[in-house]
């Protein structure tokens, strides 16, 4: 696998000395840009948005022609896998993704299959490879999966959910139906996430957005476990090249060591975790990813530069820091805002 032209989103994720912080953002490809939403029009709707490899290329690389970002990553959503899991996966305007097909006892996960990657979910590999050929080795391209815990909580909830009680009324009532789902779900991740990197990709980030959501002996029990299997499962070379792991856990800051351990990379910080704290705990071990709250987008350009300066400055000038926001781009901000964040990150840390 050759390297990109731009390589500094790869040195600092093994925390190797850069030119400059790389900067990539969580939904970087979105309805903030008016030239995704164009194209989303011609798609007819999200997931066949997601389902189209030549146009989820092209919304890929989208925002790293507009903003000059040192990461691409793929576009897609973490739920085509219950979408190929046959779970009746459909967005609704307004409401989110809804589940026709939710599960809710041992007959629901046996009859669960483990989706292929080269079969039901061909269209994803087959968007990295294309999308790899239109950024043409200017910067890596990041392959990413749901974790099974997070995705199991939209195939148990039948969607979003504000409370989670009934996933966690079923890990209290019958928790070897959840570990049989979570089981699943793992399998399928790994093969999921290896697909991706033998399709191209060249890192992966495991999004653990509900791990937050659980009480420490229930995060250790319900999703730890299945992270460390994913992590472990996956290829750590292709193609003779190193691929980093990233693992983020939105609300995750009272178990940043135990991610740490898990065998990634890099750990991503949600905006609620401090830099400093976070860089003292755990970041001789790996590198950190993040943590700008995406509200401060909504800001001018002077007051997003100030917040950049402040946490360069709390992440320090060690290497291991990927820049990055605590959670996604918000849909309605400002695409300028966001061409100053990554403008001000390059400027104020450059070191050349």
Known sequence: MIRSANDTFLRACFREPTPHTPVWLMRQAGRYLPEYRRVREQAGDFLG????????AQV????VDRLGLDAAILFSDILTIPDAMDCGLRFVEGQGPVLDRP??????????????PGAELRYVP????????ALDNRVPLIGFAGSPWTLATYMVEGGSSKTFGTIKRLALEDPDTLHGLLDKLTRA????LNAQIEAGAQAVQVFDTWGGVLAS?????LDLPYLRRVISGLRTTWDGTRVPKILFTKGGNGWLEDLADTGVEVVGLDWQTEPRQAGRRIGDRVALQGNLD???????PERIEGEVARLLDDFGSAPGHVFNLG????????PEHVEALVEAVHRLSSRQ
Do not use: K, M, N, W
């Not at 890929?60 to 925002?63: A, I, K, S």
């Open 217 to 221: 002996r229930a995060f250790r029990e």
């Open 60 to 63: 890929t690389v989208q925002p």
């Open 49 to 56: 948005l997601c389902q189209d490899p030549d146009l989820a």
């Open 327 to 334: 959670h996604g781009v918000h849909p309605d901000t400002p």
């Open 189 to 192: 991740v790994i093969a999921y």
């Open 294 to 300: 995406p509200a401060v987008l909504y800001g001018p």
């Open 126 to 133: 087959d968007a990295v490879a294309a999308s790899r050929r």
């Open 103 to 116: 599960i809710r006892s041992p007959g629901d996960v046996e009859r669960l299959p483990i989706p292929d």
